[in-house]
């Protein structure tokens, strides 16, 4: 039996063979895990559970079949879906976890979380972090009209956009260092939770990374965004394995 971890899908309107990527994934082989965990960036937007999106139905359509299959469904919000609410959790039938938190994996715990925590160097982003996380804003922004609500994320997406190619032209590869986690942070982020494995998305640079935190050897799971084809982590109790689903 095989526990299945995904990240970063990015579920968009201008992609739709990734949207139907993924629905095959959940029909052919969601169904039969032993459980699914979703930590962030499922959709490329999310601007309260209120908004129509045929795309979003399917998906908690075909959620809610997994679990009715009796596999447990997990989400970790991510920094695009940071909306996703309780409404949106009981149609597609998934529980929402904490940022970070740490489950059981066949015995083992194991750090989960969406790694923008971990990109400490990107001081611009983590400051629109910790004011989007203000639940005071978000249930302002959240109580206006649909058509208020998506001018103004078209705004956010517009600025972001400009301020990452401006970071571009500035800077190559001081650019992949800020878009990176931070060392010292993951560094402390095993020590805080006492835990020698971590599995993350949110940097789109898929790897198993072996390293050593004091004396112990820790390791570091990044699964794949899912742009082009499909990225997903499956692990038994025997071992895991980070794999590419072609479309
Ligand atoms: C998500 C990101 C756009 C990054 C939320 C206040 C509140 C606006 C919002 C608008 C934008 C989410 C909700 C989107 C992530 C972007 C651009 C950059 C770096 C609040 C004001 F209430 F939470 F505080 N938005 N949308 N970005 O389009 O999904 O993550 S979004
Ligand atoms: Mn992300």
Redesign the pocket.
């Known amino acids: 039996m095989t526990t299945l971890f995904i990240s970063d899908l990015h579920l968009d309107p201008s992609r739709p063979a990734i949207t139907e990527l993924f629905l095959a994934f959940l029909r052919d082989e969601a169904m039969q895990a032993d459980a699914l965990y979703i930590l962030g960036d499922l ?5 309260g559970d209120d908004t129509p999106s045929a795309a979003a139905d399917a998906v908690a359509d075909a959620l809610h079949a997994v679990a009715e299959a009796g596999v447990p469904v997990y989400f970790i919000r991510g ?5 996703v609410g309780n409404d949106y959790a009981r149609r597609a039938g998934f529980r929402i976890l904490p940022d970070p938190s740490v489950i059981d994996l066949y015995g083992r715990p194991v750090l989960l979380q969406h790694g ?1 925590l971990l990109c400490t160097d990107d001081v611009a ?1 983590q400051q ?2 910790a ?4 639940p005071v ?6 109580s206006q009209p649909l058509a208020a ?1 998506i001018a ?3 705004k ?2 517009d ?2 956009q400009a301020r990452q190619s401006e970071m571009k032209q500035d800077d190559r590869a001081s650019f992949e260092t800020v878009t990176d986690v931070a060392p010292a942070e993951v560094e402390a982020t095993f020590a805080r939770h006492g835990v020698d494995t971590m599995i993350h998305g949110h940097t789109h640079r898929p790897a198993i990374h072996a390293l050593q935190v004091g004396d112990r050897p820790c390791t570091r799971i990044v699964l794949g965004d899912w742009y082009e084809q499909g990225s997903v982590l499956r692990v038994t109790a025997q071992g895991w394995s980070l794999d590419t689903l072609a479309r």
């Open positions: 959709f490329e937007a999310w601007i920094n695009r879906d940071f909306l923008d982003y629109f972090r004011q989007t996380r203000d804003f978000q249930a302002q922004f959240l609500r103004f994320a078209q956010a997406r600025a972001s």
